[in-house]
Each structure stands twice: as C-alpha cells, then as structure tokens.
C-alpha cells in the first residue's frame, strides 16, 4: 500500500517561496508517475507538475518557469520548489502517484491517480 505525506506549506507574501515535500512508501518499485496538483473549495482539483520514473518533467503553464518538480529516489522524497508565489497559487497541494505513466499525457487527469496524500496548505498574501 503506497502512503504518502506531504509537508512545507506555509503562509508567505507574493514574491516568495516554498518547497514542499512528499515522503513516500509502500511501494517496491520506481514505475510511477508522481505529480502534484492543487485545490481551492469549490474548484476541481487541478494537476501543477508531474515527473516520470525516468526523470522526464511535466508542467501547467499557470506555473511553467516558477515551479519546478523533482525527486529522490533513494529518499522516496518528492519535491516541488515554488518561486515568485501569486496569490493566485494559495490553494491545498496534493501529492499524487500513478501507475500510468506521465508521458500518456494524462498525469493532469486526477482520475489515473490511485495515491494520494492528505495534503499541506499553501497561502499567498501580503
């Protein structure tokens, strides 16, 4: 049973910057498709970036260029660095696993994800 837990949210002002953080287990080997996406009450879950087991990285173009997604395979850590944070980031971030692979072009589909964390708040306000 894959568990995971994400970690690092936070408050900060526009402009700043966050690394969240989500520890993995469970699982036996590498062929996921890891992502993050991010929800606001009332909206649906939107997926912000996705990394494949080879390494190849995926991202939305709200935050292409801001956030960069990355992973420690011998940790089972994967990571999210958010730079020059807007307001419009503020929302809940989940981290996600799959076993269909990111490159189907699908890893923005919450429905192929079968793991998912609880996941850490993140707020963007001056």
């Known amino acids: 049973q894959v568990q995971l837990v994400e970690s690092g949210g936070d408050s900060v002002q526009p402009g700043g910057s966050l690394r969240l953080s989500c520890a993995a287990s469970?699982?036996?080997?590498?062929?996921?498709?890891m992502a993050w996406f991010r929800q606001i009450p009332g909206k649906d879950r939107e997926g912000v970036a996705a990394?494949?087991?080879?390494?190849?990285?995926y991202s939305a173009d709200s935050v292409k260029g801001r956030f960069t997604i990355s992973k420690d395979n011998l940790s089972k850590t994967l990571y999210l660095q958010m730079n020059s944070l807007k307001p419009e980031d503020t929302a809940m971030y989940y981290c996600?696993?799959?076993?269909?692979?990111?490159?189907?072009?699908?890893?923005?589909?919450?429905?192929?994800?079968?793991?998912w964390g609880q996941g850490t708040q993140v707020t963007v306000s001056s």
């Open positions: 996600a696993a799959s076993h269909t692979a990111c490159s189907t072009g699908y890893w923005r589909d919450p429905e192929i994800f079968g793991y």
């Open positions: 990394i494949d087991s080879d390494g190849t990285a």
């Open positions: 469970g699982y036996t080997n590498e062929n996921y498709c």
